[in-house]
């Protein structure tokens, strides 16, 4: 008597298909869209810089290029982990406190690396595009600082509201031990 096919589903490993693991909808749409502008506008920036022929006072090229490239690259990285199966692999409070922190510290490196280049460009207009997109990618970055940080501060007062008195629950109540 062979039993194979009923016992089949539950013992043996069931293969599944392959996909590519990329997902969107671990971010909402408004996030999806700036963590996307900042990755096109810092690398718009970093390229434009990079066009730059020549310049007398290559300090504020310089810094805006290390800011840029930086920026382009974190931005990236952070997309990916958002959009790729590696979400599942890390701890999720941790990733949202570093996208926080790097979001909101790159972006204000952007903008002082933006003033600065714009302080001692040449006046080129290749110079000019640059730090007007160093200047769009700043504010990204901002507005998604901004972003998260209201959605972790409204999810804080909710959870307060949530567990505003709860004393007199009977879980919280002493046992009564009777002897």
């Known amino acids: 008597m062979d039993n194979g096919g009923v016992y089949s589903p539950t013992t043996e490993p069931q293969s599944k298909p392959r996909t590519c693991g990329c997902t969107f909808a671990r971010l909402s749409r408004q996030r999806l869209l700036l963590k996307a502008a900042q990755v096109l506008l810092s690398f718009l920036a970093f390229i434009l810089e990079e066009i730059v022929e020549s310049c007398i006072l290559c300090g504020g090229l310089y810094f ?18 958002y959009c790729t199966s590696a979400y599942d692999k890390v701890e999720k409070a941790r990733l949202r406190t570093l996208d926080f922190w ?14 600065v280049f714009a302080a001692t460009n040449d006046k080129s207009s290749v ?53």
């Open 64 to 81: 805006f290029e290390f800011i840029s490239f930086s920026a382009t690259f974190l931005s990236l990285l952070i997309l990916i982990v």
């Open 127 to 179: 110079e000019t595009v640059a730090i007007v997109f160093g200047f769009l990618a700043s504010i990204g970055f901002l507005a998604d600082g901004i972003h998260m940080f209201m959605e972790k501060r409204k999810v804080k007062e909710n959870k307060s509201e949530n567990t505003g008195n709860t004393q007199n629950t009977p879980e919280n109540q002493p046992l009564n031990n009777q002897i």
């Open 102 to 115: 790097v979001t909101t510290v790159v972006g204000v490196l952007f903008f002082v690396a933006s003033i």
